[in-house]
């Protein structure tokens, strides 16, 4: 055999044995007499006895398949399908005149999915404030129509906690290798403290409770950004002048400096089990928690104090 055979010899074996693919020659569509399926979407490759080229794996013969269903399809009826997308080249129809379809599973109750989906979200609902009613969530599912053959289950890939108010939340029915998904608008029902301001107050001053009516409302009819709880305010004070009959937004607070540079201090001194205190001086504004250099007088040296409160600041050796 000369070169020129070898190589032909070389290209036949490669055609063979890749398997059917499109525009490679003819390939055979087996088409049994029964297909039982478990979705509600019949493709080629689920008709199919047998393997089909990659490229009408995944034509749709039939669809919209209803619960414990039968429907018939025939040999013509797949043909026509794979000519009016260009994909018949070389097909050679075997098998039985007609496949009938068999849909297995039932159609799911709206009522066990909207279930379902309150199980899945319930975790991501914030605690209650202290001695505030019961948050509660209301979900709204869109018109779905669900199908499933055996166990399924409710997903969402959400983890963070949902606000206040309505939150879109992407939800997924998974029914073995096959999955559904579609938005729940999901409104959290949250009550939080809220406080009216009962008369004007100047930007800069600390805040006290009693400059303000607190009110229990649900903060799903509310603007987002209010002030919520009445620690909101503990060290604060506002960044703006605040006028009576306003809410405390978030926005409108600063920590308050409870320690000013240049104020004379006590600098409590904490080594293991014994504490000591002199005087110092601080060099920096401080709120509370806050770490600010101070001067030990004592001493003269400069070490970085944590404010414990009013003219206090703590220095751990």
């Keep these: 055999m ?13 055609l063979v044995t890749a398997g059917p693919v499109l525009g490679a020659g003819t390939w055979n569509l ?4 029964t297909v039982v399926l478990d ?10 006895d047998g393997p089909v080229p990659v490229a009408v794996r995944d034509l749709v013969i039939r669809a919209g ?10 040999r013509q009826d797949i043909l026509r399908r794979l000519v ?57 599912l869109p018109k779905i129509e669900l199908a499933a053959a055996g166990s399924w289950r409710v997903e969402t890939d959400r983890t963070e906690m949902i606000d206040p108010g ?18 729940v608008a999901v409104t959290l029902h949250q009550f939080g403290e809220v406080g009216l301001i009962n008369h004007d107050l100047k930007r800069d001053m600390p805040l006290e409770e009693d400059m303000f009516n607190w009110q229990w409302r649900d903060l799903a009819d509310l603007d987002h950004g209010l002030a919520v709880d009445r620690t909101s305010i503990q060290g604060a004070s506002p960044t703006r002048n605040l006028k009576t009959g306003d809410y405390l937004r978030q926005s409108d607070l600063k920590e308050t400096p409870i320690i000013l540079a240049g ?3 006590e600098l409590r001194i904490n080594r293991g089990q014994v504490a000591v205190a002199v005087r110092a001086l601080a060099r920096q504004n401080g709120c509370l928690g806050q770490t ?26």
């Design 65 to 74: 398949l209803k619960p414990n269903s039968v429907v018939m399809v025939s």
């Design 84 to 140: 009016t997308v260009g994909l018949a080249r070389g097909v050679r129809l075997r098998g039985a005149s007609h496949s009938h379809l068999i849909f297995a599973g039932r159609e799911l109750d709206v009522g066990e999915i909207h279930q379902e989906v309150r199980r899945v979200i319930q975790p991501l609902v914030p605690s209650s404030y202290p001695g505030a009613p019961d948050s509660w969530i209301e979900l709204d």
């Design 2 to 14: 000369n070169g020129n055979g070898k190589w032909m010899a070389l290209v036949i074996v490669v």
């Design 166 to 183: 309505r939150n879109l939340i992407r939800i997924s029915v998974v029914n073995g290798d096959r999955q559904e998904s579609f938005p």
């Design 263 to 265: 104020d004379s201090v």
């Design 30 to 33: 087996v088409l049994p007499d």
């Design 292 to 317: 600010i250099p101070v001067r030990n007088e004592l001493t003269g040296r400069l070490v970085n104090a944590r404010v414990a409160g009013p003219g206090l600041v703590e220095w751990r050796r």
């Design 39 to 48: 979705h509600d979407v019949a493709t080629l490759k689920d008709v199919a």
